[in-house]
T-cell receptor, first 114, second 115 residues
Framework: DAKTTQPTSMDCAEGRAANLPCNHS???????VYWYRQIHSQGPQYIIH???NNETNEMASLIITEDRKSSTLILPHATLRDTAVYYC???????????????FGKGMKLTVNP | KAGVTQTPRYLIKTRGQQVTLSCSPI?????VSWYQQTPGQGLQFLFE???????NKGNFPGRFSGRQFSNSRSEMNVSTLELGDSALYLC??????????????FGEGSRLTVL
C-alpha cells in the first residue's frame, strides 16, 4: 500500500472550514484514499473515501487532485468536537485476498479552537 | 443498530499472565479485525477474521492469537504478558464479503495495563 504524508498538526477556528492535506505521490491506479479520525480515547471513525472523483458525505468532502498524488479532506464548518487525530490511508480495494487490513500512519492532530 | 462492543473496557494484569479480550461486531458484519495502539507504535494491525477463518495477520509474535465464532463474535488472547503489551486493543468490524470495503467500524477498545 502507498505511503502517505500528513502535517503533524493543524489548528482551525470554530465555524471555519478545515482543510486537511495529504500527500500520496506513490499511489497506484487502483488504490483508494481513505480518511479516518480518532477522537481522544475512542476508536477510529471512518469519514470518507474516494478513488479519483471528488466525494462528499454528511461529514466531509474529499478533493483528490487530477494526478491523484495528493488529496484534501474538508470539514466545512469545524466544531470543537472535530478536534481529533486524522488519518489519511491509501489502499487497494482488494488487499491480500480481500483483507480489510488498514495501515495507519501517525496521522495529523487537528485542534479546533473556540 | 448497536455498534461494535468490546469487553472488558479496562483490565490490569501482571507479567506472565494471559488475557482474553472479546469483541461483538455489528449485526450482520462478518469481518472482524484487531488492532493494537500504543503511544510509541501507533495503530498496528494484529489480525482479521472472516467467517471463522483468519484472513490476514500482522507482524506480532505467536503469543497473540485470535479466533472467530460462528456468530461472528471474536476473541483475542495474549499469553505470557510482557510490559510492552500494555496498550489499547481495538476491534473493528466490516460488512465486507468478497470485496474488502475499507470501511471499518471500531469499538471503544479494551485498555490493558501490564504490571
Amino acid at each position: 500500500d502507498a505511503k502517505t504524508t500528513q502535517p503533524t498538526s493543524m489548528d482551525c477556528a470554530e465555524g471555519r472550514a478545515a482543510n486537511l492535506p495529504c500527500n500520496h505521490s506513490t499511489i497506484s491506479g487502483n488504490e483508494y484514499v481513505y480518511w479516518y479520525r480518532q477522537i481522544h480515547s475512542q476508536g477510529p471513525q471512518y469519514i470518507i473515501h474516494g478513488l479519483k472523483n471528488n466525494e462528499t458525505n454528511e461529514m466531509a468532502s474529499l478533493i483528490i487532485t487530477e494526478d491523484r498524488k495528493s488529496s484534501t479532506l474538508i470539514l466545512p464548518h469545524a466544531t470543537l468536537r472535530d478536534t481529533a487525530v486524522y488519518y489519511c490511508i491509501v489502499r487497494a480495494p482488494y488487499s491480500q485476498g480481500g483483507s480489510e487490513k488498514l495501515v495507519f500512519g501517525k496521522g495529523m492532530k487537528l485542534t479546533v479552537n473556540p | 443498530k448497536a455498534g461494535v462492543t468490546q469487553t472488558p473496557r479496562y483490565l490490569i494484569k501482571t507479567r506472565g499472565q494471559q488475557v482474553t479480550l472479546s469483541c461483538s461486531p455489528i449485526s450482520g458484519h462478518r469481518s472482524v479485525s484487531w488492532y493494537q495502539q500504543t503511544p510509541g507504535q501507533g495503530l498496528q494491525f494484529l489480525f482479521e477474521y472472516f467467517s471463522e477463518t483468519q484472513r490476514n495477520k500482522g507482524n506480532f509474535p505467536g503469543r497473540f492469537s485470535g479466533r472467530q465464532f460462528s456468530n461472528s463474535r471474536s476473541e483475542m488472547n495474549v499469553s505470557t504478558l510482557e510490559l510492552g503489551d500494555s496498550a489499547l486493543y481495538l476491534c473493528a468490524s466490516s460488512s465486507s464479503t468478497g470485496v474488502a470495503t475499507g470501511e471499518l467500524f471500531f469499538g471503544e477498545g479494551s485498555r490493558l495495563t501490564v504490571l
